[in-house]
């Protein structure tokens, strides 16, 4: 449904994009994952043909960006990084414009925003600017979806959400996907991969790696281990000294410990008492996305 | 002027007509302390930091920060704290050396410590290549950890923190927090909000707001304890939903 071909984009001196490959099936949730920088918003604006590409070919249900934009305009939702909707509006007026300006009626496709303007419905004559961010998401991706597009793209419409509003919206866009929606969401949130059916992991303008999130995960190529202890940062500063460590990070409580295959539980312990650390736990565990991304980042 | 305690809330509201954004919180924090400040969006954290900053006056209740009234002793407040967050930190269109000039000169320091705290910092977080660049031109994560170290420049007693790493990547995230850490050994309180859990779980102790009220106050093992809950996320999720 999405194809990216050696896209390359740069702004004076900075390179955005390095000749970026991917594609998005059709019916697919996508996840383009990866921190501040990485290159995505410009991505998106490549695809939703605000921006062209320095060279490199990319399409839209077969449609080119380039050439075919004016199709793609009708047939994509957009939800861009920052809110763009109009503040002095309320909410009701917002969908109604949105609905107007693609040439069809918010009746005819209530029912795609359902669910969605359900929650918004108590608010619907409050201005949008007067909403707050959770409901403010909620309006932006009803007006994304009101004129039924094929293709959703979402810039980052989680960061500065708090967790519970996170997991409510994913919840939306799987439900969007059962309708057979395809999807393309950017997050600079790791653990939202997991929720994703494939996902391409991006820093500084390259693809670190592209597949299912299960993949990913599995291919994690040390042997990890959980260890929680009685003070975590200082643990995690003598961990950071172990010889056969590859890699130690905090994980909330915990420290996450990267080492060779060889080493077990017995030879981390046996370190961790020499130097004096209390109520130690050991556990080999499976890496997570985040993991994996700080491994291929190093 | 209590030397233990940094903040000091009792029954401190703000009101907007009949909206209590922020309803009767009460809590202190210590010298020193990690302090997690959490919340939906919504909830009543910024107003509660736009009070605790000398910003907001208060509709009710009373509070002491850095051992200034937040009603009566604004300006002296402010010489006292530091403040970053996504939104604002550094001027974009100064470098790296004349934004600590700027903060620096702000904050009364003289020219000697200045330069003195410039190339402390240059040291420090390694900036030697672009101590001279536009702070448009580097890198988010750089830039958070310029903008706290910028914020603690005059050594405040504490330094408000407003979701400091959002959308930073998982590595810096990480230096980011053993700058918090270091910061809060020297003595310097450092209150944070964050929407990332795990970053939650690295404060001495952490604070929950639901619609405007504290709903939960204590250590990461307390709230795990009396929530019945693995980690942070599920403590959220059980008081916020």
């Not at chain 1, 996508?30 to 060279?55: C, E, Q, V, W």
């Not at chain 1, 909707?85 to 007026?93: G, K, N, P, Q, R």
């Not at chain 2, 400040?37 to 909830?43: E, I, K, M, Q, T």
């Not at chain 2, 320091?109 to 977080?125: F, G, P, R, V, Y």
């Amino acid at each position: 449904m999405i194809t990216v071909q050696n896209i390359n984009k740069s702004y004076g001196q900075v390179q955005a994009l390095k000749s970026l490959s991917f594609n998005v099936e059709e019916g697919q949730l996508y996840g383009l994952i990866g921190p501040d920088g990485a290159g995505k918003t410009t991505l998106f604006r490549i695809l939703t043909t605000l921006l062209l590409a320095d060279s490199g070919e990319a399409t839209l249900d077969g449609l080119d960006v380039k050439k075919d934009y004016k199709k793609i305009r009708k047939m994509v939702g957009y939800m861009p990084e920052r809110f763009s909707l109009y503040m002095d509006l309320t909410v009701e007026e917002n969908l109604n414009f949105f609905a107007t300006v693609f040439q069809t009626t918010v009746e005819e496709n209530y029912h795609l925003i359902h669910d969605i303007y359900q929650m918004l419905e108590p608010f619907k004559k409050r201005k949008a600017g007067d909403l707050s961010g959770g409901m403010k998401q909620k309006l932006a991706l009803s007006c994304a979806l009101i004129h039924k597009p094929r293709v959703l793209l979402l810039d980052e419409p989680t960061t500065g959400v708090d967790p519970v509003s996170r997991k409510e919206f994913w919840e939306m866009l799987k439900k969007l996907q059962q309708g057979g929606l395809t999807t393309l969401v950017s997050t600079p949130f790791l653990d939202e991969a997991e929720l994703c059916d494939e996902v391409a992991l991006v820093q500084n303008g390259q693809i670190l790696k592209v597949d299912t999130p299960q993949n990913i995960a599995l291919a994690f190529p040390h042997k990890l281990w959980q260890i929680k202890s009685k003070s975590n940062y200082k643990t995690l500063k003598i961990l950071k000294e172990f010889n056969q460590k590859i890699s130690a990070f905090a994980f909330g409580n915990v420290v996450h410990l990267a080492t060779d295959l060889e080493v077990n539980e017995m030879m981390i312990e046996s370190y961790l008492k020499n130097k004096g650390v209390e109520q130690i736990q050991i556990q080999a565990i499976q890496a997570g996305i985040e993991d994996v991304f700080m491994d291929l980042m190093q | 002027m209590n030397g233990e305690k940094v903040i000091e809330v009792k029954n401190l509201s703000k009101h907007f007509g009949q909206f209590k954004a922020v309803d009767d919180i009460s809590f202190d924090v210590k010298k020193g302390e990690v302090f997690g400040f959490l919340g939906a969006n919504g909830a009543g954290k910024t107003t509660a930091i736009k009070m605790l900053t000398g910003i907001w006056s208060s509709s009710s209740g009373q509070a002491t920060v850095a051992g200034f009234d937040i009603n009566r002793n604004r300006n002296k407040l402010k010489e006292n704290i530091g403040y970053m967050s996504q939104k604002f930190s550094l001027y974009e269109d100064l470098t790296f050396k004349e934004n600590v000039r700027f903060y620096g000169g702000i904050y009364g320091l003289s020219n000697k410590e200045i330069s003195q705290k410039t190339d402390e910092m240059i040291a420090h977080l390694e900036l030697d290549n672009i101590k001279n660049t536009l702070i448009s031109e580097i890198p988010l994560g750089w830039k958070q950890k310029i903008a706290f170290s910028v914020a603690v420049i005059h050594r405040p007693k504490i330094v408000f923190l407003d979701e400091p790493t959002s959308g930073v990547d998982p590595i810096t995230r990480r230096q980011f927090w053993d700058l918090i850490y270091e910061t809060a050994e020297s003595g310097i309180t450092v209150f944070v909000t964050t929407h990332y859990m795990d970053e939650a779980e690295y404060c001495d102790r952490i604070s929950m707001m639901v619609q405007g009220r504290i709903e939960a106050l204590g250590s990461l093992d307390e709230l795990l304890e009396k929530h019945d809950a693995r980690n942070m996320d599920e403590v959220f999720v059980k008081l916020a939903r």
